[in-house]
């Protein structure tokens, strides 16, 4: 009797090509794909369960208080899902110097923080939260719920951001990016909306900087000085790509700058060693 002849599906679950295939990024761009693979059979979705991050990439701009209520509200029961996390103001897609100045984006600052802080204590409540999945997928992990976030772009207003970055995992998270828009600030200092001076502000948020010891990229936009960064760059040891870009009008530090503050870099790490 010949053999029943193997199914594409059977062919393609016991394929070494199969974890390569779930772990590779375009997959997650794609949650319909995934999501089709988990309904073609049991032993199907056992594949992708141990095989697949499961993390989403999530982009949240705070146009509302309320829209910022539904997010937290989300964040709070599905934060662990979150591998990637843009936080972003109103208007920010708005060209001021080309469309003029909308009266509106007065409250954008104060939305923002005010989502922010959300945000944050709903990230920090839930690294407190004992993983309420378990099975394959979170074994092969080691992770045990809490806050998975592995990226985090934001945007700088008072102490929000600090208590943002205090909320993520600091041994987890590989990529930074804050970035300040110049209709946020007028003629304000990014760290002037917390009540607090703003030196005592930008102290913590380099600390809090400094901690995330498994930083590999690191993008800052009108938010710290060259000579700032001196306190920073000792600290983050696994990073391989730094961009310092300069205020409005924005433009990147020049070559000059940067290797001013590169040399204080190299000076300091010699010193300490």
């Known amino acids: 009797m010949a053999p029943r002849p193997v199914s594409p599906q059977a062919d393609l679950l016991q394929s070494p090509a199969l974890p390569l295939l779930l772990q590779h990024g375009s997959v997650h761009t794609d949650l319909q794909a995934v999501l089709q693979l988990c ?3 049991k ?6 369960l141990q095989h697949c991050r499961g993390l989403l990439d999530v982009s949240f701009t705070a ?3 309320q829209h910022a209520q539904r997010f937290v509200a989300w964040v709070a029961k599905h934060g662990q899902l979150m591998g990637c996390l843009h936080i972003l103001p109103d208007h920010h897609h708005t060209e001021c110097e080309m469309y003029g100045f909308d009266p509106e984006m007065e409250e954008a600052p ?7 802080l959300c945000i944050a204590s709903a990230l920090k409540q839930l690294q407190q939260q004992p993983g309420e999945q378990g099975g394959v997928q979170q074994q092969q992990q080691g992770a045990q719920g809490g806050v998975q976030l592995r990226e985090l772009q934001l ?8 208590a943002l970055l205090q909320a993520t ?6 990529r930074l990016d804050m970035r300040c828009y110049a209709y946020m600030y007028a003629d304000e200092h990014p760290m002037s909306g917390s009540g607090s001076p703003v030196g005592s502000s930008l102290s913590s948020m380099i600390s809090s900087i400094a901690s995330l010891g498994q ?7 009108a938010v710290l000085e060259p000579e700032e960064m001196l306190h920073v760059l000792p600290a983050l040891t696994s990073l391989t790509q730094l961009g310092i870009y300069h205020a409005w009008p924005l433009h990147s530090y020049t070559s000059k700058q940067f290797c ?5 870099w190299q000076a300091a790490e010699a010193a300490h060693h």
């Not at 104060?110 to 922010?116: E, G």
């Not at 930083?215 to 936009?221: G, I």
């Not at 001013?260 to 204080?264: D, E, P, Q, V």
């Open 260 to 264: 001013l503050a590169a040399t204080g």
């Open 63 to 65: 146009s509302s208080m």
């Open 110 to 116: 104060k939305l923002l923080q005010q989502a922010q």
């Open 39 to 41: 309904c073609t059979s």
């Open 169 to 174: 995992a600091s041994s987890k998270l590989l």
């Open 43 to 48: 032993a199907m979705r056992a594949a992708v």
């Open 155 to 162: 945007v700088p207003v008072g102490r929000a951001a600090e």
């Open 215 to 221: 930083l590999q990229s690191l993008t800052v936009v």
